[in-house]
């Protein structure tokens, strides 16, 4: 259940040390921190920093020392692994229903590298104050669990998938997870960043594509791909491991 936003406590903000404040109803546009009791969110906001994500930012790299955690408002960071020939594998995405970059243990370094994909914004904090945060329990604590849990998950998920998924099948689950995460029915991505991140040929993503805009589940124009019907990508991700990977999210972290 939700905190109910109070016309009061909208009206009640705090300003960081950076040039950005940091609003209630801000910071509650992600659902970790709009799960928290508002005395505990409250109790955040001077170590809150508003962040503009820009798209191709890399937020953290591979065994770099974790500093900050990134809690997502509308910006999406896609968690990836690149091999030292330079090829990137996504392995994970985040979005306002989660965090990136959680430290729980001191020098904890990155077991990926976060890259915002779609751009926005979002609020970090420090890593000591969540660990100093998390050692007290509360619901904060909780809720980072959660996510653990969801990002096992979704890990596991993709695994199978990359073993066990057609071509079609994969784009229209990566497709899902960021319609899931977004304001819109706007994707911002290009054929070849798909390809790249799932790991396949260019012209078969194309290919894929054209199959369905043919079909009227999705437009594509440069950059951009407009999703026209979320039924026909639930049906093309056949395989079931957008469903599986969604069903291990809380019914109230993603958009129905």
């Known amino acids: 259940m939700y905190n ?62 974790l500093e900050y955690a990134y809690f997502p ?17 996504e392995i994970a995405v985040v979005g306002r229903e989660g965090v990136a970059g959680v430290a729980i243990y001191r020098g904890e370094r990155a077991s990926c590298t976060a890259v915002v994909q779609a751009a926005g914004y979002g609020y970090r904090l420090d890593a000591d104050t969540l660990r100093d945060m998390f050692a007290e329990g509360g619901e904060l604590a909780h809720q980072l ?38 304001l819109g029915n706007e994707i911002k991505a290009t054929q070849e960043t798909i390809a790249n991140l799932l790991g396949v040929r260019r012209e078969s993503i194309t290919a894929a594509a054209c199959k ?29 491991c957008y469903f599986a990977a969604r069903l291990a999210s809380a019914p109230d972290t993603l958009s129905a």
């Open 4 to 65: 109910a936003i109070t016309t009061e406590s909208c009206a009640a903000t705090r300003q960081t040390t950076g040039p950005q404040a940091v609003s209630l109803a801000g910071a509650q546009q992600n659902e970790v921190l709009r799960a928290l009791p508002l005395a505990e969110l409250e109790r955040l906001f001077p170590e809150l920093e508003l962040v503009q994500l820009s798209p191709g930012k890399r937020l953290y790299d591979f065994g770099e020392q």
């Open 145 to 182: 669990m959660r996510c653990t849990s969801r990002m096992f998950a979704q890990l596991a998920q993709n695994v199978v998938s990359s073993r066990h998924s057609s071509i079609d099948q994969k784009l229209c689950r990566w497709l899902l997870e960021r319609l899931d995460r977004s």
């Open 73 to 89: 408002t509308n910006a999406i960071v896609s968690l990836q692994y690149i091999n030292e020939e330079g090829a990137t594998t």
């Open 212 to 240: 369905l805009q043919q079909e009227g589940v999705i437009q594509c124009r440069r950059g951009v791909i407009v999703v026209l019907d979320r039924s026909g990508l639930e049906l093309g991700a056949g395989c079931g």
